[in-house]
């Protein structure tokens, strides 16, 4: 078992630009959460996506999209990069029901110069 | 709204020591609590789960604790080795099915041979 994969692993862009950072869940799993950790903090949910629909949203703008495949792997697009979008992102895969174990991918250290 | 509080933020002990990391939050209504390590510039690794309706979990060297009345978990780390050393975060699932995991800011370990 693979566990939750993340790619690409480190990306740099510029001001403005989109990108796109791509997610597969641990097997088994059908849930996959996004979060931004910024450097020496803890990370902060962005959104979650289950049966390919996002079901719950933090407190972060339109700039921030996702998408789940049928396969339950996920997608985070972030538009119109802005120099505060540098961070790390997380993604984490669970099964649905009330008490499962979230699982983390390394992350993707995204950097906006 | 939950808080999550992680004392101390920083620590630094001989190697075979024993030690206790701290996390408190605010609202007591938790569907579970995780705890995480991280490594520098890494993804999460799950240590322990804790259902809110059981009071301790245990694995290896690590023993996590939950009173949820008093909103309080402990991370017990026996006989720390050097490889302990890394950021260590507990996170609390307020919603259910990991919708949205809030976190503490981490206690930064460091153990030294």
Known sequence: ?113 | KQEVTQIPAALSVPEGENLVLNCSFTDSAIYNLQWFRQDPGKGLTSLLLIQSSQREQTSGRLNASLDKSSGRSTLYIAASQPGDSATYLCAVDNAGNNRKLIWGLGTSLAVNP
């Open chain 1, 1 to 113: 078992d693979a566990g939750v994969t993340q790619s690409p692993t480190h990306l740099i862009k510029t001001r403005g630009q989109q990108v796109t950072l791509r997610c597969s869940p641990k097997s088994g799993h059908d849930t996959v959460s996004w979060y931004q950790q910024a450097l020496g903090q803890g990370p902060q949910f962005i959104f979650q996506y289950y049966e390919e629909e996002e079901r719950q949203r933090g407190n972060f703008p339109d700039r921030f999209s996702g998408h789940q495949f049928p396969n339950y792997s996920s997608e985070l697009n972030v538009n119109a990069l802005l120099l505060g979008d540098s961070a790390l992102y997380l993604c984490a895969s669970s099964q649905v029901g009330q008490r499962t174990e979230a699982f983390f991918g390394q992350g993707t250290r995204l950097t906006v110069v």
